[in-house]
């Protein structure tokens, strides 16, 4: 199952690529809102699963799928092969920070450069299904929407402008949450756990890697964040890019107007963001 935001409204889209609108399939009793599906997740699953037809669209009219979630969480170092590359110890505990959410983008939006210091980072992103505090590993993936494609881009001298670092405001510029272009539900990815992910700049591959290589699994984020703070419906969590950042390079490598992203995991999706 994929459900997407399509200008505005929660949408099913079927494997031909053609949409179908919740709010109508299901004769007004799911909502509209693409941000009031989440807690009723599962009976959108029972929609998807009798629903015919749909209508063709195009990628520009797709939204980010939670445009405006209450918390949206980032994990920094997650993968061991981007740790080594920046030489940092291997965490003991997720490193989160958050990125604010007047930062969400579109998942075929422009991206904004007007900062010399903005680098990319592909990342696999999770959106919180019921939510809820206390969740424990076992229960983890039950307390996921979906999964989809995120890139956590980010202003280098502005992320580490304080000692220590202090990241959200790096993370947070205009546009540096692009994600989508839609989620696929955790249910119904059989590898979730070990998920194939590329990211090309200027069709050049600065990013291949796979998420098996995280330190901390999906599950265990979950659990840590909600043993501390209540997860809504519609939070995002962006678990952490792997090795290939720009900002690790010799010499450093930054993005630049012109260039375009186009950021891929396997089974889930593609987005493609254009620097302006």
């Known amino acids: 199952m994929r459900v997407a935001n399509l200008n505005g409204r929660a949408s099913l889209i079927t494997t031909d690529n053609l949409a179908i609108d919740i709010a109508q399939a299901s004769g007004g009793t799911l909502p509209h809102d693409p941000m ?126 304080t000692q220590p670092p202090q990241f959200s405001l790096g993370k947070s510029r205009a546009g540096y949450a ?24 200027n069709d050049e591959v600065v990013q291949q890697s796979n998420s098996s290589d995280l330190i901390f699994t999906i599950p265990q984020l979950i659990a840590y964040l909600s043993s501390i703070v209540a997860l809504y419906p519609g939070d995002v969590v962006f678990t952490g890019t792997p090795s290939g950042v720009g900002g690790a390079r010799t010499p450093p490598m930054f993005l630049a107007p012109g260039d375009v992203l186009v950021s891929t995991i396997d089974g889930v999706g593609s987005i493609t963001n254009r620097c302006v």
Request: hydrophobic share 45%.
């Open 178 to 201: 692009p994600f989508g272009p839609w989620l696929v539900d955790a249910a119904s990815v059989t590898n979730r756990n070990a998920l194939p992910l590329m990211c090309t700049l």
């Open 36 to 161: 009031q599906i989440f807690e009723r997740w599962t009976q959108v699953r029972s929609l998807a699963a009798t629903a015919r037809g749909g209508v063709p669209f195009a990628s520009a009219e797709l939204d980010a799928p939670s445009p405006a979630p209450r918390q949206i969480f980032g994990i920094g170092l997650n993968y061991r092969e981007h740790a080594v590359e920046t030489g940092a110890p291997i965490p003991d505990t997720p490193l989160t920070f958050t990125k604010f959410a007047s930062a969400v983008n579109k998942p075929f939006g422009d991206i904004i450069i007007d900062v010399p210091t903005a680098d990319w980072e592909i990342e696999l992103v999770v959106v919180i299904g019921a939510g809820g505090r206390n969740i424990p590993e076992s229960a983890a993936w039950a307390a996921v929407a979906g999964l989809c494609v995120g890139q956590d881009i980010s202003d280098r001298v502005l992320q580490r402008a």
